[in-house]
């Protein structure tokens, strides 16, 4: 599959066409991706227990994987996704548009601490 968990993802097609997100989970069965955000379903849930109110609650539903796109935020450009072995041997994907790489340690060094940020303000508040 062409995008893993953590890539930013720009959705080509359906409902939600045009909007940005993070991917969140993958089901590799059936080339499914399901991204922060987006393509939201309502779902009735019972209450569980006597005496708490039952719920209507929105969920990330899945979308196909064909129907997303890599999307670059700095360059603010969704592309398709190519294979190169670097110099050292490692083999990346990077963006075909831009030639920027995705899978660099840098990269997901840089994600990981944006993540973090994330889950302190989020603790903070």
Same mark, same amino acid.
């Given at each position: ?6 890539? /930013? ?15 969140? +989970? ?8 399901? !991204? +922060?955000?987006?393509?939201?379903? /309502? ?11 039952? $719920? =209507?609650? +929105? ?8 129907? !997303? ?5 700095? $360059?603010? !450009? @969704? ?10 041997? $490692?083999?990346?994907? *990077?963006? =075909?548009?831009?030639?920027?790489? =995705?899978?660099?340690?840098? *990269?997901? +060094?840089?994600?990981?601490?944006? $993540?973090? /940020?994330? /889950?302190? !303000? @989020? @603790? @903070?508040?």
């Amino acid at each position: 599959m062409h995008v893993k968990v953590g890539d /930013t993802v720009k959705v080509i097609s359906g409902d939600d066409k045009g909007k940005i997100g993070e991917v969140a +989970k993958i089901f590799r069965h059936n080339s499914t991706v399901v !991204v +922060k955000e987006i393509n939201l379903k /309502t779902k009735h849930v019972k209450s569980r227990e006597e005496g708490e109110p039952g $719920q =209507i609650i +929105k969920i990330e539903a899945p979308i196909h994987s064909s129907n !997303v796109m890599l999307y670059s935020k700095e $360059q603010n !450009v @969704a592309s398709r996704v190519g294979h190169k072995v670097l110099d050292d041997g $490692q083999r990346v994907r *990077y963006l =075909i548009k831009t030639g920027e790489v =995705i899978d660099s340690a840098e *990269y997901w +060094k840089k994600l990981k601490e944006e $993540q973090n /940020t994330k /889950t302190e !303000v @989020a @603790a @903070a508040s």
